[in-house]
Every structure is written in C-alpha cells, then in structure tokens.
C-alpha cells in the first residue's frame, strides 16, 4: 500500500513540475481598481464632483507572454456609461518588456498625447514574506517593496508562473506578480484569469516612434506639461499629494 501512495504522491510532484516548464506562454487578465474619490482629495473641486462619480473606476488590462517577453496593455473600462463624459477616456498604455535585456519599450497616454519610452527594467528591492494567497487559482507569496523613495508597493508573487514580470513596471520577482496594491495611489491591480491557448505571441513587440524618452526625461514632460494644474495651491499639502499621485501613476 505505502508503494502505491509513493507512487502517486511522485506522479503529482512530476505533474506539478511540468505544468511550471511548460507554461511557457500564457495570457493574464487583470482587473485595475482605483478609489476615484480618494485620489482626488479634499479639494473644494473633488467636494463639488463628490455627487456627480462613482467611488471606484476599474478598469480591463491583458498582460501577455512568451518567449522571455510581455505585452501588458489596456483593454477596456468597466461600468463606462456610469462615468461622465470627461472620465470615459480609455488611455491607450502598453508595457513592452524583454527580460532578456532588462529592457522596457513603453507607450504612455498623457493628456491625450502619446509618449514613448524607452529605459532598463527598474530594479525593486523587495522583501518576501510568508503571507500566501490564492488569486486566479495560484498558490502565491506575499513580498513589499517601495518606489520612488517613500511608496510602498504590496505584491503577491506566483513562482508556478515562469516568468518574473507583473503589471505595468512592476517586476523583479521569481515568478509572476498576480496581485498589487499601492495604497498611496488608492488602487490594486489583480489577476482574475489565465489563458493559456489561443496566444497570439505576435502581439509581444515593441511600439515603433520617431522619438523615445527615459524615465528622467519623460518625468521632467510631465511635470512640464502640468504645471499650471498646480498653480496658486503649489504649497498646499494636498494639492502636492495630489501632483505626486499623478506622477507617480505616470511613471509606473
């Protein structure tokens, strides 16, 4: 009896081995939420829209891989006849990684514009945790980072995915980030369903643009293209928390 329950307590671990090998492509869906009142603030503004929005905005991203690259871009707004008209924008973002190189191609929607950057993948320094939890059915690990000096990023890790991307920027883990939060910018990201047939890796290439930005450059535009947003309340608390949420979900 105790041959035959080694036998199949082997077959398992095997199974569960090949299924990591094998995932050599896959496609993730993941729901992005962000709390719309919150990251408005307090100003006498956001009081007088407080009526006029929802609470949350969610929004459909497709993050796609093969072949040691990725594709994670904008799919689609939930909910968007609930929104006003001025909020049912569907920015057209995509994040091109190649891990092979450490290398991101992003294309970035900025007042309606379109910017693209090119830079090295951000190197993280996280920490692993012995949290676990279950998202879209992976067993997965809890790790905490912080971004721009003083952000901090909770991230749930998948290492039964073999790849080490996440959405957006957010990278830099032995295995595939299915879950995020950042509490500062009022929004979570998390994956709601894998893929694996049906994957079109001709979709995982970089946007071709006359001009690239770094990140440096690309920070000093936005900062220079919103200036007047900030304007005669420069010193106020919340209207530089507000300037560094944008910012900041610029440059992620």
Do not use: H
Not at 75 to 103: C, H
Not at 137 to 151: L, P, R
């Amino acid at each position: 009896m105790k041959k035959y329950i080694f036998i199949i307590l082997g077959f398992l671990v095997f199974e569960k081995i090949n299924a990591q090998i094998f995932l050599e492509k896959a496609s993730i869906e993941f729901e992005v939420k962000t709390n719309v009142k919150k990251s408005m603030g307090g100003t006498g503004w956001a009081e007088r829209m407080e009526d006029k929005i929802p609470l949350f905005k969610t929004e459909i991203y497709q993050y796609t891989f093969a072949d040691n690259k990725s594709i994670y871009k904008f799919d689609r707004l939930l909910e968007k006849e609930s929104f006003p008209v001025w909020m049912r924008n569907e920015p057209k973002n995509a994040w091109f990684t190649d891990f092979g190189t450490s290398k991101q191609n992003i294309e970035k929607d900025l007042i309606g514009s379109i910017f693209n950057i090119e830079d090295s993948l951000p190197k993280l320094d996280w920490r692993i945790t012995n949290e676990m939890r279950n998202i879209a059915g992976f067993n997965c690990k809890k790790a905490v980072t912080k971004i721009f000096d003083s952000v901090y990023v909770f991230a749930f890790y998948t290492d039964e995915i073999m790849v080490s991307g996440g959405p957006g920027s957010i990278n830099g883990l032995p295995g595939m980030i299915m879950g995020v939060t950042i509490p500062r910018l009022y929004t979570s990201w998390i994956a709601t369903k894998v893929s694996v047939n049906g994957i079109d890796a001709n979709i995982i290439k970089p946007a071709n643009a006359k001009k690239y930005y770094n990140n440096k450059t690309f920070k000093d535009l936005i900062e220079e293209r919103t200036k007047d947003w900030w304007s005669g309340g420069a010193d106020d608390a919340e209207t530089k928390q507000q300037k560094n949420r944008f910012v900041w979900g610029m440059l992620l």
